[in-house]
C-alpha cells in the first residue's frame, strides 16, 4: 500500500528506516536549535523584546532534538549521518534563504532586516513543520512511542507557527510591510522547491534501505513532484498570508484569546 499510514508504518517498524527518519529529523531540529540560539544572542537593541521569545523557539527546536535521539537510544539505535541531499535546513541556507550561519557566527549584531528575514524564513519553515507534524500526528497511532513525542512537538510547531504570525504582523504595522511581503513571497517560492528536492531525497535514501521496488519509489517521487507542483502554481500561498493567531504570545507570557485579523501578504 502506498498509503502514508502504510509508509510510516514501514519506516516505524524496519530498524534501520526508523534510525535514518530519526537521526535526519533529530539534526534538523538540533541545527534549528542552534541558529534561534545564536540569533537571540544577537538581536538588535530596537528589538530587545524578541529575544527571550527566539531563545525560547531554539529551546523548544532543542527539546525536539533531544525527543527524536530519545526515541533512537529506547530501540537501541545510535545516529547515523544526515545524507547531504536530505539536509533540509542546510539546502535551505545554500539557497540564500534565512540569515547565513556565517553571519550567526560573527559577534556583530544582526539588523532589523536580518530580523525581518530570520522571522520570514521561520514563518514558511514553521508551516511546513506544522503541516508535518499534523501528519505524522494522524498517522503514527500504531506506534505509541512515536505518537506521544509527535503530540508534544506539533504543539510547540503549531505556537512556533502562531508567534511568527504575530510578530510580522507586529513589524508591518511598525512600518516593514512592504519588506515583509516581499521576503515571504521569496522565502516562500524557494522553499517549496527545497522541500520538493529533500523529500525525493529522504525517500529515495528510505528506500534504498527498505528494499522498495523501482515502481514503488517511482510513484512516491512522482507524488512529490505532483505536490511541488500544486505549490508552485498557488499553493505556497498559504505560506505567506497573516493571521493574528487566537493565541497571543505564545511563546511569552500566558496565553489570552484574541479575536482573528487577516491580512495577505
Known amino acids: 500500500m502506498l498509503s502514508p ?3 510510516y508504518g514501514e519506516i516505524f517498524s524496519n530498524d534501520e528506516a526508523f534510525r535514518l527518519f530519526c537521526s535526519i529529523a533529530a539534526s534538523g531540529e538540533a541545527q534549528g536549535g542552534w541558529e534561534n540560539g545564536r540569533i537571540a544572542a544577537l538581536v538588535p537593541e530596537s528589538l530587545s523584546d524578541l529575544a527571550p521569545k527566539i531563545a525560547r523557539h531554539g529551546a523548544d527546536e532543542d527539546k525536539h532534538g533531544r525527543i527524536f535521539s530519545a526515541l533512537l537510544r529506547k530501540r ?23 540569515l547565513a550561519h556565517s553571519k550567526l557566527r560573527a559577534a556583530r549584531p544582526l539588523t532589523e532586516a536580518d530580523v525581518i528575514a530570520y522571522l520570514t524564513h521561520s514563518r514558511v519553515t514553521e508551516q ?26 506539533s504543539a510547540d510547531e503549531d505556537n512556533h507557527l502562531a508567534y511568527c504570525h504575530e510578530e510580522l504582523l507586529r513589524l508591518a504595522a511598525a512600518g516593514h510591510r512592504r519588506d515583509i511581503e516581499s521576503a515571504l513571497r521569496a522565502t516562500a517560492r524557494a522553499e517549496i522547491a527545497v522541500y520538493r528536492d529533500v523529500s525525493k ?26 505536490v511541488y507542483h500544486y505549490e508552485r ?4 500561498h498559504r505560506m505567506v498570508t497573516l493571521r493574528m493567531p487566537a493565541r497571543r504570545d505564545p511563546l511569552g507570557t500566558p496565553a489570552s484569546a484574541a479575536p482573528t485579523a487577516h491580512h495577505g501578504a
Open 128 to 153: 511546513r513543520a506544522s503541516e508535518q507534524m499534523r501528519s505524522l500526528r494522524r498517522h503514527s497511532a500504531d506506534h505509541a512511542d512515536v505518537s506521544r513525542a509527535v503530540a508534544v512537538i
Open 5 to 7: 499510514r502504510a509508509i
Open 233 to 236: 502554481l498557488g499553493g505556497w
Open 76 to 98: 537501541g539505535l545510535t545516529p547515523v549521518p544526515v545524507p547531504a541531499d536530505a539536509d533540509y535546513t542546510m539546502r535551505l541556507e545554500r539557497t540564500g534563504i534565512g
Open 201 to 226: 531525497a529522504v525517500m529515495a535514501n528510505l528506500g534504498r534501505t527498505l528494499g522498495w521496488p523501482r515502481a514503488k519509489r517511482v510513484i512516491l517521487a512522482r507524488g512529490i513532484d505532483a
